[in-house]
């Protein structure tokens, strides 16, 4: 019955998952040890032992796994001990005292390009930023960060160039790399970045590279129509054809340098012998005559895959290098499953394996020989731009529009322990609560308990007389069963007997209880759900469904319990000691919830169901359920639907795990809304999965009759640490002690400046956020795009309300903690406006508007007494927020738009600096400008006031922070290696914050 029930609730899955960092098979576990070695002494100049923990814990495991003989467990946490350890970025410039978080494989901007070296050792990757970045990918680390092409941007917009640095290549004999940021062509050396020549000739962006057999022979593309081919050491083109009638995306080598195949904006497919220079292939590749992004000879003979913007890869019949073969120019087929634009493509060079990424956010891996998908991978949180195989084909790389990079290893299957004791398929898995033991049980009716660490068989119970299909523990001494003989059993498994809890008609699906067990609910298919006194066995109420419960969740304080049922819906009840109470009803899924957990703790909860998606919602203590993220990943090509039926949450609730048909066992970043990776092992449907209470571990069990124990070492979040996408707004708490970023990721991270420590992360937003502010030192407040402000407490961790407003651009909270002031704006109304708003809700919003006037930035004061607004038209208008009204007349300060302004702590001057970088220092009662320096020459990004009210600090979008004091003295500067979107002064002064686009923050030092 409990088989039938799975099958009906259908959930569609995608076959994605994110692994951990693979490295050259030659490295032993001994070298990688060393190599940890000598980078954690580095770190410990630099950090804390407490910031080192982490690390040392899985060197010391890595050394008892080598002591056990064990070289596979050992290399893999050897590895991982080098990707968390703490370090200072390559070309940090002086008095930048400490980085909190690291920023491993990601840039400030957009991944246009990635290239492995030809050992696999190496990642280029060129981006929107900017910049040019090679990683090992040993400890994820970059090496070399090459800004040369930084001359050739400045003269270029966004109309001429508008990836600004489209495209990289590696050399085939790894000694140097090729990109361009423009017109101009730049070789250097990837591990010193040293410039070696320079290629002058096209008349337009070079948006493509390949390198032929040798480091002298270089291919390129362009917005001019062009393709060259270079030799390089003469720095001068040796071929060149000028037959394209639209901007060139993409080129490849073929036929061991004796092919060249080009694809243009117009979809088309050209291919060329260079030594006859004939063109011996022109034809359209995608449907619709729309772009075409990606070329690579694969397949074997002279295929060529091809993708662009119609969704649909395809394998094309090229021809010979004299021109002759059999059905040119044909589909010979296409790889479907994208379904959206394939924006890059890649192939190992074999041709075996060709690899897509697409707008869907997907990464596909295909077989070129028959088109079968073999994997498809999804963890970017915007659309994947960029792709590469290594070499070997044992491991792909994506970049996206998110500036990340992801590495996928193309592995059959993940590191485990598999423990096939079951004679029948299984349906459930428990951990206990030390997490010491789990315990598995299925369709053979037997209960069995296994060490939690090393999967050693403990012992087995049997009482059952059907499938069992639900277990719980209750505590470290009981566990509560239920199965399709209609029991729920309570074990005491000190002597191994069991209580029988007797009512349900038919068979029981679910059981759950609360933190303490003092608590047992029970649901079945008989449309019941039941509570339990778990001492005696007796039926405390019953509680009347629609349709057959398939799962139940108790929130760990035993007031609230969720209902999943086959017809889809989701109830929420309140529980007390004789009755159940329904608060709310939604429908979830459209075929059925097959799962539904709580978060820790117990604000959200999490399901699945038959329309596809795993979903989060927000839990009120009434009950009312408000939708938060959805995860909508694809079918299985082939497929419409994809079952999922396995959900839990991580003890501290940042990451989910579902598992299902597709025997996979997906692990979700719910605070990125990414999938960090997936853990393949099983060879048949995975029906539960359970994460160990430390986070170390997970048990899964499935149709395949086996049980596996997957150790996760550690998540993909304590490899990056800081935030996954670019920090947009900071604040520092009154004592200076602690800092709030807020950031395109949709959360607010905590930090302990001191140590570097993150304290807490705050998630629930469902877009971007810009601001943050602290109310008191327990309270944060913060806001951005998704036009809510919403308030947390940080003991315990819990968000408090929220409340609709604009696009918030600012916040500021009062000294008293009772009010915060809130700047916002609705461009599609042409609306702005100030709002002070009531920390608790208790009074209604004082707004003040602004309408039909074209705002450039807005400033509130440090107390939420004044706002400030600045136009496009260089003029000033000053509001006093608590009576409503404007103060004196619009001041025209500049005349270019206002780029950004600021007021000190005693209202007594204004800093405003204009979009040219040119800062007007003003005294605010009179508006007389006292100073006036040209400060900020490349480009204006941000201006913050020290709260001592005599120094402020300018951003430049290229990376460059100056402080100033107020009579116009520089005080010091900064070129970072990333770019600070925002910043802040500590409140003594002599610090100053900044927080990056990469996702850290950097403490400057001040002269004192």
């Known amino acids: 019955m409990h088989r039938l029930i799975l099958t009906a609730l259908t959930v569609l899955v995608v076959t994605v998952f994110h692994g951990w960092r693979a490295e050259a098979a030659e490295d032993?576990?001994?070298?990688?040890?060393?190599?940890?070695?000598?980078?954690?002494?580095?770190?410990?100049?630099h950090f804390t032992p407490a910031e080192l923990a982490t690390a040392d814990r899985l060197a010391k495991r890595a050394e008892e796994a080598l002591a056990e003989d064990n070289p596979t467990a050992a290399a893999r946490l050897a590895r991982d001990a080098r990707w968390v350890l703490p370090f200072r970025p390559v070309g940090l410039p002086n008095h930048v005292t400490r980085v909190i978080g690291t920023a491993r494989l990601r840039h400030a901007d957009r991944i246009n390009d990635i290239a492995y070296s030809p050992d696999g050792r190496y990642l280029a990757s060129a981006s929107r930023d900017g910049t040019v970045r090679v990683w090992n990918l040993g400890n994820g680390r970059e090496i070399t960060v090459y800004r040369g092409h930084a001359e050739d941007l400045r003269s270029q917009t966004e109309d001429t160039n508008v990836f600004r640095v489209p495209a990289v290549a590696f050399a085939p004999d790894g000694q140097?790399?090729?990109?361009?940021?423009?017109?101009?062509?730049?070789?250097?050396?990837?591990?010193?970045?040293?410039?070696?020549?320079?290629?002058k000739g096209h008349k337009g962006v070079a948006k493509a590279l390949a390198f032929g057999s040798d480091a002298n022979t270089l291919l390129s593309g362009g917005d001019d129509r062009t393709i060259h081919i270079w030799d390089v050491k003469a720095e001068k083109p040796v071929y060149t054809t000028s037959d394209q009638n639209q901007r060139v995306e993409a080129v490849a080598f073929g036929a061991g340098g004796q092919l060249i195949a080009a694809i243009n904006a117009a979809g088309e497919l050209s291919v060329y012998n260079p030594a006859t220079k004939k063109k011996l292939l022109s034809i359209s590749v995608t449907d619709g005559g729309q772009a075409g992004y990606g070329v690579a000879f694969a397949g074997g003979g002279y295929g060529i895959v091809t993708a662009g913007?119609?969704?649909?890869?395809?394998?094309?019949?090229?021809?010979?290098?004299?021109?002759?073969?059999?059905?040119?120019?044909?589909?010979?087929?296409?790889?479907?499953?994208?379904?959206?634009?394939?924006?890059?493509?890649?192939?190992?060079?074999?041709?075996?394996?060709?690899?897509?990424?697409?707008q869907?956010?997907?990464?596909?891996?295909?077989?070129?020989?028959n088109g079968k998908q073999l994997w498809s991978f999804q963890g970017h949180l915007g659309q994947v731009t960029a792709v590469a195989l290594r070499p070997d084909g044992q491991q792909a790389a994506s970049g996206g529009e998110d500036g990340t990079i992801r590495l996928w290893p193309l592995t059959a299957s993940d590191e485990h322990r598999a423990l096939a004791d079951a004679a029948a398929p299984l349906w459930t898995v428990a951990y206990?609560?030390?997490?010491?033991?789990?315990?598995?049980?299925?369709?053979?009716?037997?209960?069995?308990?296994?060490?939690?660490?090393?999967?050693?068989?403990?012992?087995?119970?049997t009482g059952h007389k059907a499938a069992v299909t639900a277990l719980v523990f209750r505590d470290r001494g009981h566990l509560i069963s239920a199965s399709g003989d209609k029991l729920v059993k309570i074990w005491n498994l000190s002597t191994g007997t069991a209580l029988d809890c007797i009512g349900h008609s038919t068979a029981v699906l679910a059981v759950a209880t609360d933190a303490s067990g003092k608590r047992v609910l029970s649901g079945s298919v008989d449309k019941s759900v039941r509570a339990w006194n778990p001492e005696t066995g007796k039926n405390l109420w019953t509680w009347p469904t629609k349709s057959a419960v398939c799962t139940i969740a108790v929130r760990n304080d035993g007031q609230q319990a969720a209902v999943g049922t086959a017809d889809g819906g989701l109830t929420i009840l309140a529980l007390s000691p004789d009755a159940a109470k329904p608060l709310g009803t939604t429908s979830a899924h459209l075929a059925g919830t097959a799962s539904v957990v709580y978060a820790p703790d117990g604000s959200r909860l999490a399901t699945c169901g038959g329309d596809g998606t795993i979903r989060l919602w927000n839990v009120s203590e009434a009950g009312v359920l408000t939708p938060g993220l959805k995860f909508e990943p694809p079918a299985r090509p082939g497929t419409t639907s994809n079952p999922l039926t396995a959900l839990a949450f991580s003890a501290d609730g940042r990451y989910l795990l579902g598992a299902g048909a597709d025997s996979i066992v997906h692990i979700w970043d719910i605070q990125a809304g990414a999938e960090l990776r997936g853990l393949r092992g099983h060879t048949d449907w995975v029906t539960a999965a359970a994460f160990r209470p430390d986070g170390l571990a997970l048990a899964s069990v499935g149709v395949d009759k086996t049980a596996r124990l997957f150790d996760l070492s550690r998540h993909e979040s304590e490899a990056t640490g800081g935030h996954t996408l670019p920090i947009r707004g900071l604040a520092l708490n009154s004592t200076g002690t602690q800092a709030a970023t807020a950031s395109e990721d949709r959360t607010v991270k905590i930090w302990d400046l001191a140590s570097g420590r993150e304290v807490a992360t705050l998630s629930g937003a469902s877009d971007a956020l810009n601001a943050v502010s602290f109310v008191n030192p327990k309270t944060i407040v913060a806001a951005g795009d998704e036009q809510r402000v919403r308030w947390w407490s940080l003991d315990p961790v819990k968000e408090l309300r929220s409340i609709p407003s604009g696009r918030v651009f600012n916040l500021a909270s009062r000294p008293d903690g009772q009010h915060v002031a809130a700047v916002w704006a609705k461009p599609s109304e042409k609306l702005a406006a100030f709002e002070l708003l009531a920390t608790d809700g208790s009074t209604p919003p004082v707004q003040i508007t602004e309408k039909e006037r074209e705002l450039s930035c807005a400033a509130i004061a440090a107390d939420a007494s004044i706002g400030i607004t600045g136009g496009t038209d260089g003029t000033l208008r000053?509001?006093?927020?608590?009576?409503?009204?404007?103060?004196?007349?619009?001041?025209?300060?500049?005349?270019?738009?206002?780029?950004?302004?600021?007021?000190?702590?005693?209202?007594?001057?204004?800093?405003?600096?204009?979009?040219?970088?040119?800062?007007?220092?003003?005294?605010?009662a009179s508006r007389k400008v006292q100073h006036t320096i040209a400060a900020v020459p490349d480009g204006v990004n941000?201006?913050?006031?020290?709260?001592?009210?005599?120094?402020?600090?300018?951003?430049?979008?290229?990376?460059?922070?100056?402080?100033?004091?107020?009579?116009?003295?520089?005080?010091?500067?900064?070129?970072?290696?990333?770019?600070?979107?925002?910043?802040?002064?500590?409140?003594?002064?002599?610090?100053?914050?900044?927080?990056?686009?990469?996702?850290?923050?950097?403490?400057?030092?001040?002269?004192?």
Do not use: C
Request: glycine residues 10%; hydrophobic residues 40%; without cysteine.
């Open 432 to 461: 206990s609560p030390d997490g010491s033991q789990f315990a598995t049980a299925g369709a053979d009716r037997t209960i069995r308990f296994y060490d939690g660490n090393t999967g050693k068989l403990l012992r087995t119970l």
């Open 360 to 369: 869907d956010k997907s990464v596909r891996i295909w077989d070129a020989s």
């Open 309 to 358: 913007g119609d969704t649909k890869p395809k394998l094309i019949a090229g021809p010979a290098p004299d021109g002759t073969g059999a059905g040119i120019g044909q589909t010979i087929r296409a790889f479907t499953g994208h379904s959206a634009k394939v924006n890059s493509l890649a192939a190992t060079p074999n041709g075996q394996l060709v690899v897509t990424g697409s």
């Open 942 to 1008: 941000a201006l913050s006031v020290a709260r001592t009210g005599d120094k402020f600090a300018t951003l430049s979008v290229e990376g460059t922070v100056r402080v100033w004091s107020l009579d116009g003295k520089e005080l010091r500067a900064w070129k970072l290696p990333t770019v600070a979107n925002a910043a802040g002064f500590t409140p003594d002064g002599r610090t100053l914050i900044t927080a990056n686009r990469d996702g850290t923050l950097y403490v400057l030092a001040l002269p004192q």
């Open 28 to 45: 032993h576990v001994s070298t990688i040890l060393m190599q940890f070695a000598q980078e954690r002494a580095e770190a410990a100049q």
């Open 176 to 199: 140097s790399i090729a990109s361009s940021g423009g017109e101009v062509i730049h070789i250097w050396e990837p591990k010193t970045g040293k410039p070696l020549h320079t290629l």
């Open 878 to 924: 000053i509001w006093d927020l608590q009576k409503k009204e404007r103060l004196g007349n619009d001041w025209p300060l500049f005349s270019k738009a206002v780029a950004d302004v600021g007021l000190t702590p005693d209202k007594k001057t204004i800093v405003a600096i204009d979009v040219d970088g040119t800062v007007h220092i003003a005294d605010f």
